[in-house]
T-cell receptor, first 115, second 114 residues
Framework: DGGITQSPKYLFRKEGQNVTLSCEQN?????MYWYRQDPGQGLRLIYY???????QKGDIAEGYSVSREKKESFPLTVTSAQKNPTAFYLC??????????????FGSGTQLSVL | AQSVSQHNHHVILSEAASLELGCNYS??????LFWYVQYPGQHLQLLLK??????LVKGIKGFEAEFIKSKFSFNLRKPSVQWSDTAEYFC????????????FGKGTRLSVIA
């Protein structure tokens, strides 16, 4: 069953702590994305990667870091520098990078809350 | 850079009413346009998209959207809504040239009441 798996579903972060959100896809997609969803704010792009070992900052990259060591995996680390991390985080992927009209496939999301 | 504006934050309709959700984008070049839907407890999924050809695009579940280039608009319509259409709807855009990611609007929450 192909798709995007995000884990965990719920995550709690203490002050000053870094946490990592997992995103794995078995769709053989080249491009992967991280969005943050806040009520009334829509989806805002944090980071994206169009190929292994390469990634670009999105609109709200400050306080976050990513890696793309494998095609299937695109973990997101929320660092202690992110002062307002409570949000719903969505990972997505798309098949190609040449055709910009490719649709995104989304994971089920991770709700991050600060203790 | 592209931006997307969705006019309504929350729309409440009775079953069988007609629906139109507004979406305007800001970008001077050629764009691809999308509507995504997020049903309660489900993944975001593509409703329909436009990238070329007929500006009236038909999607799943009886939805359609019309691209009006002169108005920079891509409004979503459905002639008769059902209770199962209750969801959050997001308009999104990206530039046709260059590998630019999607920019999403803030979303419109649709509540359909019996």
């Amino acid at each position: 069953d192909g798709g995007i798996t995000q884990s965990p579903k719920y995550l709690f972060r203490k002050e000053g702590q870094n946490v990592t959100l997992s995103c794995e896809q078995n769709l053989n997609h080249d491009a992967m994305y991280w969005y943050r969803q806040d009520p009334g704010q829509g989806l805002r792009l944090i980071y994206y990667s169009q190929i292994v070992n390469d990634f670009q900052k999105g609109d709200i990259a400050e306080g976050y870091s990513v890696s793309r060591e494998k095609k299937e995996s695109f973990p997101l680390t929320v660092t202690s520098a992110q002062k307002n991390p409570t949000a719903f985080y969505l990972c997505a992927s798309s098949f190609g990078t040449e055709a910009t009209n490719e649709k995104l496939f989304f994971g089920s999301g991770t709700q991050l809350s600060v203790l | 850079a592209q931006s997307v504006s969705q006019h309504n934050h929350h729309v409440i309709l009775s079953e069988a009413a007609s629906l139109e959700l507004g979406c305007n984008y800001s970008y001077g070049g050629t764009v691809n346009l999308f509507w995504y839907v997020q049903y309660p407890g489900q993944h975001l999924q593509l409703l329909l998209k436009y990238f070329s050809g007929d500006p009236l695009v038909k999607g799943i579940k009886g939805f359609e959207a019309e691209f009006i280039k002169s108005k920079f608009s891509f409004n979503l319509r459905k002639p008769s809504v059902q209770w199962s259409d209750t969801a959050e709807y997001f308009c999104a855009v990206n530039a046709r040239s260059g590998n630019t990611p999607l920019v999403f609007g803030k979303g419109t929450r649709l509540s359909v009441i019996a």
